[in-house]
């Protein structure tokens, strides 16, 4: 479905990502971890578009993604929660919903998207008038997934859904991302929780300083004494 080989990204001269390589099966949820500024979100904003890539590839469903402008990476079937949400906060929960559809074949679908975000979070159909920016953090980021779920994609890229939330908050929406996967959508998930990104994944990356440092199952990678120390807080022992 989704394949990363060797992708190298850069700021200027900065280097941000080396010889990237990663990928996501139909259907999988895939998790990518790390600490603040390995590279994860310029990682996502790559494979969206968002962010030009320097070399290697992007290929999904073996198109090339790696010149696509971000509208053409969402006409191919992906959407992106981003880091922050970066909802227009003086336009209706609606509104913001709406924009998600733009893509000509979801836009043929809006009714029924629709309807499937509304029965996912039944709070944003109570609150569809009211603006974006009245919302708490955590309604804001359902808001965000839901957009992302207006353009019906095959894959869901979403970029430290977490961040800044209540546990409970957060609980509730890595119930919401596995139901969503369960549904047959592919989601690559970007996430500093680790133990609950590791929880709900197929399989994960650990990302460092820009490169792919560990990869394999969450049952494998918790087996790892550097793992368990630098993530998970223990030291040494089995978590």
């Known amino acids: ?6 992708l190298d990204v850069a700021y200027g001269d900065a280097p941000a990502l080396w010889n990237v390589s990663l990928a996501v099966r139909d259907r999988e949820l895939v998790a990518i971890v790390g600490p603040n500024g390995a590279g994860k979100t310029t990682l996502i904003n790559a494979i969206a578009g968002l962010h030009p890539a320097r070399g290697g590839q992007i290929r999904f469903d073996g198109h090339d993604l790696s010149r696509c402008l971000a509208h053409e990476v969402c006409g191919h079937g992906i959407a992106i929660v981003p880091e922050g949400r970066r909802l227009f906060t003086a336009m209706t929960v ?4 709406e924009i998600g559809c733009y893509v000509p074949a979801a836009r043929a679908r ?3 998207n629709l309807g499937r975000v509304y029965s996912i979070f039944p709070i944003l159909r109570e609150r569809r008038r009211q603006a974006a920016g009245a919302l708490s953090g955590g309604m804001q980021q359902m808001l965000a997934i839901g957009r992302a779920l207006m353009a019906g994609p095959r894959l869901l890229l979403l970029d430290e859904p977490s961040l800044g939330l209540a ?3 957060v609980d509730h929406l890595f119930e919401v991302v596995t139901e969503i996967h369960r549904e047959g959508v592919a989601v690559l998930l970007v996430e500093q929780n680790v133990a609950k990104a590791l929880e709900i994944a197929a399989r994960a990356y650990v ?3 820009g490169r792919i440092v560990s990869e394999g199952s969450p049952a494998d990678l918790l087996r790892e004494p550097r793992i368990q120390e630098a993530y998970l ?5 089995a978590p």
């Open 1 to 6: 479905m989704l394949e990363v080989a060797a």
């Open 110 to 112: 809006r009714q029924e």
């Open 167 to 169: 546990p409970a908050i």
């Open 207 to 209: 990302l460092e300083q």
């Open 94 to 97: 609606e509104e913001n919903l």
């Open 233 to 237: 807080g223990h030291r040494g022992e």
